[in-house]
């Protein structure tokens, strides 16, 4: 059945509304909380260049071009194209190893990122780093949706989710509060230490799940009945001939064009723009980014398992509400005249511009066999990040850099304003994905 029957393959996936979905085993949550950690690991080490571009900018004479270069395309050409060919070999292989050994490859590079002398060893660590991060998530969420059961897997997924909002707030308290007491480059040494620890741990505690043994057309089925994995190529055509997997891929890129492109630069803003030291960061934004992307990944999670259930159009409607939501007080950060009104009013767009993680990561696990979900989790991955890491933190340091000239003391504020319309982008985005989830398109629940 190859990966283009996907609906059929949801529909005998799917739970009955009128049943509790079964529970998961006790050590499923321990393996989740595991997970969790590297995940946090992995976005810390991803996000630390920008929590701490001040200082690296003094130090290294870069330019809010160059950073965006080696935050966003760069890194995001190695961590994307390489996903792909780690998820085929991961839904071959043991997806804990694979996950190991990209631990360990991720923290040597940031490492490594500490230890640069000038911008070209930065970008080679950085590339590098984005080399070991290709191997990270795509083999968590699908170990994940084999440790835990269809009905809740957007609840154990918005908790694995919670990665990036905690990296980000360590990244910002710990990273912060290092560069302002010691140096930048220390900061790097001791992630990557911590790292590669953490690669250890998933080596020596976490056991490979069976694939797709708490699905219910694969619990039905004995081991030797379930049919090969799909061939690499047949089954990256297919994700793309997907009118789901496509749209819901294109929308998450246009999203992630907006996030990315502010949180890569956040940190500097408010230092530059609006009169925040590294220590306020280390302390107010620390906690602001924690509590409020926490929230909204957790909030959206618990709602699409709840709504989901009934119509999976919920999958697109959900998101889109939270980015509409965003809008106006986005526009109101990038306003605000200094730095205690900005961080108040931002608080509201990182709850909801995150609202759209978890659905799509459990909707693209959902409509996949068991054996290709490392594969489609990369393949998602691969189209969102590369629009939206790879393009997203590059337009706004270009248009900053364009601007710096005649605009010296408000660059950055005048490139968020241009960010700005990609949310209505991202909006319509969603709405597309709807459509596709309609009964008229699906054959099945609305």
């Known amino acids: 059945m190859p990966l283009g029957s996907a609906s059929a393959s949801s529909a005998a996936t799917a739970i009955p509304a009128a049943l509790p979905p079964p529970r998961p085993a006790p050590r499923a949550w321990i393996v ?39 935050s966003g395309l760069y890194f995001a050409l190695f961590y994307c194209l390489l996903a792909i060919p780690v998820g085929w070999l991961a839904d071959r292989s043991n997806r804990v190893r694979v996950l190991s050994l990209a631990c360990l490859l991720w923290s040597a590079a940031t490492v490594a990122c500490g ?53 980000q707030a360590l990244g910002v308290a710990f990273g912060a509060s290092i560069a302002a007491a010691y140096d930048w480059r220390l900061a790097f040494i001791s992630l990557g230490v911590a790292g590669i620890v953490a690669a250890l741990l998933v080596w020596g505690v976490v056991t490979e799940p069976i694939r797709g043994g708490l699905d219910a057309a694969a619990a039905r089925a004995s081991t030797a009945d379930r049919p090969p994995a799909a061939p ?12 789901v997997l ?9 999203t992630q064009f907006v996030t990315y492109g502010v949180l890569n630069f956040t940190t500097l803003f408010l230092m530059r723009e ?24 957790y909030t ?55 609202f759209y993680l978890s659905p799509a990561v459990a909707l ?21 990040n590369l629009i939206g890491l790879g393009l997203g933190p590059t337009f706004v340091g270009a248009v900053s850099d364009r601007l710096r000239p005649t605009h010296p003391d408000h660059s950055l504020q005048l490139a968020f304003y241009a960010l700005a319309p990609f949310y209505g982008v991202a909006v319509l985005g969603f709405l597309w994905l709807a459509r596709a989830l309609r009964p008229a398109h699906l054959g099945g629940r609305p």
């Open 364 to 384: 693209v696990q959902e409509q996949v066999r068991p054996h290709e979900r490392v594969l489609a989790g990369a393949l998602l991955l691969l189209v969102m």
């Open 32 to 70: 989740l909380a595991i997970l969790g950690f590297v995940y946090v690991l992995n976005f810390l080490d991803r996000q630390l260049l920008s929590i701490l571009a001040k200082p690296i900018q003094d130090d290294l004479h870069v330019t809010d071009g160059q950073l965006g270069l080696i």
């Open 300 to 354: 959206s999670g618990r709602l699409i398992d709840r709504f989901a259930r009934r119509r999976r159009t919920a999958y697109a409607y959900l998101p889109a509400f939270g980015l509409a939501v965003a809008i106006p007080f986005f526009l109101g950060f990038v306003w605000a005249p200094r730095w205690p009104l900005a961080l108040a009013l931002l608080a509201v767009p990182t709850f909801f511009n995150y």
């Open 246 to 254: 496509l749209r819901v891929s294109l929308a998450c890129g246009a």
């Open 115 to 167: 230890l640069a002398s000038g911008y070209p060893q930065l970008a080679a660590a950085r590339m590098s780093v984005g080399v070991g991060e290709a191997g990270g998530v795509p083999p968590s969420y699908a170990i994940i949706c084999d440790y835990f059961p269809p009905g809740m897997r957007g609840r154990a997924l918005s908790l694995f989710n919670f990665g990036p909002p905690i990296g």
């Open 274 to 297: 609006k009169g925040m030291t590294l220590r306020d960061l280390a302390i107010y934004y620390a906690a602001m980014i924690g509590i409020a992307i926490c929230g909204g990944m």
């Open 232 to 243: 690499f190529w047949a089954t990256c055509r297919a994700f793309f001939r997907d009118p």
